[in-house]
C-alpha cells in the first residue's frame, strides 16, 4: 500500500497515535520503535482497545494471528514506521498552501518560535509546535495538527546528528525559514562544530532549491558564511548595515530586556523613527530573538503597534530566561538547556546585570564529546573573571577542575545543601544555568 493510499485512509479516520496506552476509537496505531520498547509488539493490542488500523514494520506479527483472523486485514505492513509517519505527515502537510516557517539553530530557537507566534497572532490563526516535538517524531506529530483553521504554521526543527535538519525540511517542506545560530553543541552527534553548521544549514539547502526566502541575522559571521547562492534574503541585526531591514539596540537589561527598533531602507534613504519595547526576559543574548520575530512579523505585514504589543505581553515559559522572585531571592532560571555559547551568553549577561549579590549555580552541559573537559574549563574560567558572590559547580565534569567554587556531585546534594543554608540563601539574585539533565529545574521552589 502506497503512502497516498494510506493518506486515504488517515483522510478517513484522522487520529494517529503511536502509544498503545492511547487509543481513542477508530483511531490508526502506528508502531514506532525505539531503545527500550517496539511498537509492533503492541499492535493486536491497539486494534483490540478500538484503533481502525495498525501499520507496523514487521511481518513477523501477522504469524500470530491464527486466532483473531478479523484482525490481519486490518493490519498494514511497511517498510518502515518511522519513514511513513514522516511520509504520511508530508503528505497531510501538503493538503494546506498556507506559509510555514521553517526555525533552527543551536540556542534560542524556541523562544525565537514562541516570539513569531506571539507576533503572527496579532493577525493570523497561527499553528506552532509545542513543547519540544522538533525531533523525526515531533515534526510530524506537529504537522497533523494542521487544519482549515490555520492562517500560517511555525514548525521547529531540532538535531543532534548529520542529516537531521534535511530529513525534517523534507518532511515539513517549509516555505521559508531562520537559523537562530550555530555553536558548539551536540559535537557528541555532530562530530565538530563544522558539523553543526553543515546539518543546521541543510534548511538554507532547502529554501535555496526552492527558491525560498530566508531571514538572516546579519551581525552573524557563521550564518553568513552559509548564505550563498540564496536568492531572497530578509536581513536583522544590531549593526548599522546598508542592508539590514530592521536594526535593534540594546537599552537596558535591569534585569530585564529594553529595547529599540526600526524598520530602515538605506537605498531609499529611508529610517523610521525608533521604537521602544519593554520586554518580559532577560538576558541582552535575546535582543537577536526579538529582532528575528520582528522582521518576520513586518514580511507578514503585522502593524508595528501590533509587533511590538505582542513582545511586550510575551511572558517565557519552561525555565528559558525566566526571572523567577520568590519569598527569598530573585532567580534567573535557564534550565532547560546549556552548551558553551548558551552558557557563555547567559554568564556574560548575569554579570552585566546592575543588581546585587549575585550567586550562581552551573550545571554540567552534555553531548561534548572529546571537547568535554576544555569547555568545562572555559565555564569556570569566565566564572572565575566574573567575580559573583558566590558559585556552586554541578555534575562529575567539573569534579576535577581547579577552583575556588563549591561543587556538588548532582542536584540532589545541591538541594541539601540549600536546605542547610536556607538563612543565609536570602536577599540575592541567583543565576541557575545548566543541561535539563542536571535536573536543576528543581531549585526555584527551595530558593
Known sequence: MDIKEIYKLYQQHPCITTDSRNCPKDSIFLALKGESFNGNQFAVQALEKGCAYAIVDEAGILDNLDHLEQLEKKLILVDDCLQTYK????????QFNIPVIGITGTNGKTTTKELIRAVLSECYNVMA????????????KTLFRLNDDYDIAVVEMGASHPGDIKTLVETAEPTSGLITNVGRAHLLGFGSFEGVCKTKGELYDFLKAHECPVFVNRDNEHLMKMTDGLADIYYYGQSDSNDILIRGEVISCAPF??????????????????????????GAYNLDNMLAAITIGYVNNIPFEQINHALENYVPS???????????????????????TSMKAAIDNF?????????AIIGKMGELGDVVEEEHQKVVDMLTDAHFEEVWLVGEEFQNIPCNFRKFKDVEEVKEAITANRQTLTGKYILIKGSNSNKLFQLPELL
Open 351 to 359: 554579570k552585566l546585570m546592575d543588581v546585587p549579590h549575585k550567586m
Open 318 to 340: 519552561n525555565n528559558r530566561s525566566q526571572m523567577t522572585v520568590t519569598e527569598h531571592n530573585h532567580l534567573v532560571v535557564d534550565a532547560y538547556n546549556a552548551n558553551p
Open 257 to 282: 530586556l529594553k529595547f529599540r527598533w526600526r524598520e530602515q531602507d538605506h537605498e531609499a534613504g529611508y529610517q523610521r523613527e525608533w521604537m521602544e519595547v519593554q520586554t518580559h526576559l532577560i
Open 129 to 140: 509546535t509545542e513543547g519540544n516535538f522538533n525531533n523525526d517524531v515531533g515534526v510530524p
Open 87 to 94: 511520509d504520511l505527515a508530508r503528505e497531510h502537510r501538503r
